[in-house]
């Protein structure tokens, strides 16, 4: 009988041991945004959110917990940001650096820790894309919700890995979501950076989407992507080509943008930026190419940033002489 106390209280002491909490550095930082958003359109359904309708002012505080510490094969980071009233997460994920192995990653919700989410559109900007408040960028990849990461670098060549499965809806310990849903996408996305060429990014991405819809038998998508930006000096260019292929009746798209910045001094940054879809023709539909414009400006003093970006899309989503205007400036304090 001895002999069973000892054992017992030996498991127990090792499961106390294995659930111990190690040196951890936590931090807490936030921001707190002021907006002003002004839409504009005209032609065909300008009156879906095309247009402003009441207070077109905004705001939002954001605060970020994060912590980080050795488990003895990594260290591992978890980071959660919470919007106004800490009612609901903007991002949470976790990370485990293994050092030359690699990082892996789980994220939760709202992260793009990983995949070609992060990198859907990575061109040069001061502000927002010349897509933003108007339109999409129409590449997508994984979502940032239920999704295992993988990344590491190998000298001037770095990977991006990522995989989710079954819906998109964050969940907790041991829950589940996306009932019925059967689909998983798979992300591939690799980054050259020229030690001879400082200043030169590359970067190339495919995803592919099977079930694209979530359910049995819904059609396959494969998303791929390439761009490339330089930087010398204050000035900063980039060039980026994607295409969406879809394998049922849904239109196929092709993506061409650039976009340029210019850092007027250490305070003030610009911008310009072009967007342009085209959805391929189904059936006897014609190709619509949409395109998108923009401006960006950023001006940061001490903590305090005001941003302002204004876009304009013509033959908005696809709809010939549909115009859609989106002019936001924004506040930023961080703290």
């Known amino acids: 009988m001895n002999n069973i106390k000892k054992i017992g209280l030996t498991a127990l002491a090792g499961s106390l041991v294995a659930f111990s909490a190690n040196a951890v550095e936590m931090s807490v930082t936030g921001t707190s945004e002021l907006s002003y958003i002004s839409k504009d359109g005209k032609g065909a359904a300008t009156n879906n959110g095309d247009t402003t309708e009441g207070n077109p002012f905004g705001s939002n505080t954001s605060i970020k917990f994060s912590g980080s510490g050795d488990v003895g094969f ?24 293994m050092g030359d192995l690699g990082t892996l990653s789980f994220d939760s919700t709202g992260g793009s820790v990983a995949g070609l989410t992060p990198h859907d559109d990575n061109l040069p900007t001061a502000y927002e894309e010349a897509w933003n408040g108007v339109s999409t960028s129409g590449i997508s990849g994984a979502a940032s919700n239920n999704t295992f990461g993988y990344t ?8 991006s890995l990522a995989k989710t499965k ?10 589940v979501s996306g009932v019925g849903a059967t689909g998983s996408i798979t992300d591939v996305v690799v980054i050259y950076k020229p030690e001879e060429v400082p200043g030169l990014h590359i970067q190339a991405g495919v995803s592919q989407a099977d079930d694209a819809t979530g359910t049995a038998g819904a059609q396959d998508k494969e998303t791929q992507m390439l761009m490339a930006k330089y930087s010398v000096g204050p000035v900063s260019a980039g060039y980026q080509l994607g295409t969406v292929d879809n394998s049922l009746t849904t239109a196929d798209m092709d993506v061409k943008a650039y976009s340029i910045a210019f ?12 967007y342009d879809k085209e959805n391929n023709s189904v059936g006897t539909t014609a190709a619509i190419t949409e395109e998108n414009t923009g401006i960006s400006a950023a001006y940061t003093t001490g903590a305090a940033t005001i941003r302002m970006t204004n876009n304009e899309a013509t033959n908005a989503g696809h709809t010939s002489a549909k115009v859609k205007e989106h002019t936001e400036i924004s506040v930023v304090l961080a703290f």
Do not use: C, M, W
């Open 74 to 97: 990594g260290t591992a980071t978890i980071v959660r940001t919470l919007n106004d009233g800490l009612g609901a997460a903007l991002s949470q994920y976790t990370l485990l650096d």
């Open 152 to 159: 590491n670098s190998f000298g001037p060549l770095a990977v």
């Open 166 to 175: 079954g819906g998109t809806a964050g969940t907790g310990d041991q829950g």
């Open 263 to 274: 850092n007027v001094n250490d305070s003030l940054a610009v911008s310009y930026g072009r």
